[in-house]
């Protein structure tokens, strides 16, 4: 029972370029979400987040999505750079009745090419 | 600098030899939290402590344990290790469980089982 589904292994994207990972949930109990980026030898860092009372979370270069209705969230990475290549993970809890554990996607690879 | 240290980054142990994996913080948060990585999946909790305060996940094996003798340690304790259990162990911490902050990880320890 996967409750957080990043359906993209992997993702390659031109330099300059937009990068959208997208991720799906099922429990509707989900109140927050997260992204996290994990290089190589690293431990995962956290990223961005949206509460589940916004539709829409910018910090930069970095926005996230989230449509309710359609249980998805899509991370936007404008303009993409090299350093960007990393494993990107979705999280999700639901902190009023799970005690804010998080349910982690299985990640997208992203390859950001010069 | 503030981190979360995981010891050692890579570990090998024999079928049922038992083995210890060490975590340990500075950011003097509440929370610490084990997660087991298999290869491609999504990290899985298997428990956290918040303070004293002991919390299994349901489906996490007996074969599982975990110490926290103060606030800065955490430990990972597999008793008698099968091939399944090799993965990657990262262990992460937040200031609180509500799912409100958000956690910060350790670089991970890869477990090989012989």
């Known amino acids: 029972d996967q409750q957080v589904k990043q359906n993209s292994p992997s993702l390659s994207v031109q330099e300059g370029r937009i990068s959208i990972l997208n991720c799906d949930y099922t429990n509707s109990m989900f109140d927050y979400f997260l992204w996290y980026k994990k290089y190589p030898a690293e431990g995962p860092t956290f990223l961005i987040s949206?509460?589940?009372?916004?539709d829409k979370n910018e910090d930069g270069r970095f926005t996230v999505f989230l449509n309710k209705s359609a249980k998805h969230l899509s991370l936007h990475i404008v303009p993409s750079q090299p350093g960007d290549s990393a494993v990107y993970f979705c999280a999700a809890s639901a902190r009023r009745n799970q005690g804010g554990k998080l349910i982690f996607g299985q990640g997208t690879e992203l390859s950001v090419k010069p | 600098d503030a981190m979360v240290i995981q010891n050692p980054r890579y570990q090998v142990t024999q079928f049922g030899k038992p083995v210890t994996l060490s975590c340990s913080q500075t950011?003097?948060?509440?929370?610490m939290y084990w997660y087991q990585q298999k290869s491609s999946q999504a990290p899985k909790l298997l428990f956290h402590y918040y303070d004293k305060d002991f919390n299994n996940e349901a489906d996490t094996p007996d074969n599982f344990q975990s110490r926290r003798p103060n606030t800065s340690f955490c430990f990972l304790d597999i008793r008698s290790p099968g091939l399944g259990d090799a993965a990657m162990y990262l262990c992460a911490t937040s200031r609180d469980p509500g799912g409100t902050y958000e956690q910060y990880f350790g670089p991970g320890t890869r477990l090989t089982v012989t």
């Open positions: 950011l003097n948060h509440n929370v």
């Open positions: 949206i509460s589940s009372i916004k």
